[in-house]
């Protein structure tokens, strides 16, 4: 068990896409560097076949609903202004290629509801639907102080990304779902994101055979996320990182990660689209 103040928070080299942070367990008085569970990051560069146009892309920044904030990371930041600044910036890199149209679900302080959302995006056309969102996997109750004063619920024990889709409905779109999870997925990994393995997810959530870090929705029917059954478009939900782990969650506050995810989504849409 990891006791509370035992964490030594650190960046780790420099180095803007590889950028990391390190953390050292102190026990005992000696401290112990945990291993760097994260290499390099690059940017993918999409290739855009002839005709592929301008192509709608509807940018769900999680949570932000009346009520649910999401969940709280490691340095006490809230889930919902994570996926604010994530949301802004994949759209931001997405549109500069001049290749995409990006809508976001929620721009102001205010909520906006998920039915309003999906809505939204029906309305506007979109051909695929993203919710960004980061994870707590593991808790333990564990907690720390990142800073003077703050005191947060922290976990090292699952970090990587997860890509939920839902099988419900009818089977092509069913189908498109489950190609764009696999797509994002493998996109990521060739950029350099770690998958997170599933373990923790338990029966909620059914691993996916061939592509590491895509899971299938397997809640209850009452339970099962809305913005991957509802929509009418392909749509999937990216769980960016685990934000109890600051190594994670320091290195997602890098404009250079965020960077090379956008890269990754835009080579996915390319190859799911153009298909």
Request: aromatic share 8%.
């Amino acid at each position: 068990m990891i006791s509370r103040r035992s964490l030594l928070l650190g960046l780790a080299g420099a180095g803007a896409a590889a950028a990391t942070t390190a953390v050292a367990l102190q026990r005992g008085g000696r401290a112990a560097r945990l291993p760097d569970p994260f290499g390099p990051l690059v940017v993918l560069t999409p290739r855009f076949p002839a005709g592929f146009g301008v192509r709608r892309v509807f940018v769900d920044p999680g949570h932000g609903a009346a009520g649910n904030p999401g969940n709280s990371s490691c340095f006490c930041r809230e889930e919902q202004d994570f996926t604010m600044a994530a949301g802004r910036a994949l759209a931001a890199e997405l549109r500069a290629t001049g290749a995409f149209d990006v809508r976001l679900a929620r721009e102001g302080p205010g909520p906006v509801e998920y039915r309003a959302r999906v809505e939204d995006a029906e309305t506007w056309g979109a051909e695929v639907f993203l919710s960004l969102h980061s994870d707590v996997r593991g808790q333990t109750g564990e907690r720390w102080n990142p800073e003077p004063g703050r005191e947060c619920v922290v976990n090292l024990a699952a970090p990587g990304f997860s890509v939920l889709w839902s099988d419900e409905g009818e089977p092509g779109l069913a189908g498109a779902r489950h190609a764009l999870a696999r797509t994002v997925a493998r996109r990521m990994r060739e950029a350099g994101f770690s998958a997170y393995a599933g373990v923790e997810y338990g029966d909620l959530y059914a691993v996916d055979p061939e592509e590491p870090g895509v899971f299938v929705d397997r809640h209850t029917p009452e339970r099962r996320i809305f913005v991957l059954r509802r929509p009418k478009m392909p749509s999937v939900l990216v769980e960016t990182h685990h934000a109890l782990d600051p190594r994670e969650a320091r290195r997602w506050d890098e404009p250079a990660t965020l960077a090379s995810f956008a890269s990754a989504v835009g080579a996915a849409l390319v190859d799911v689209l153009a298909s």
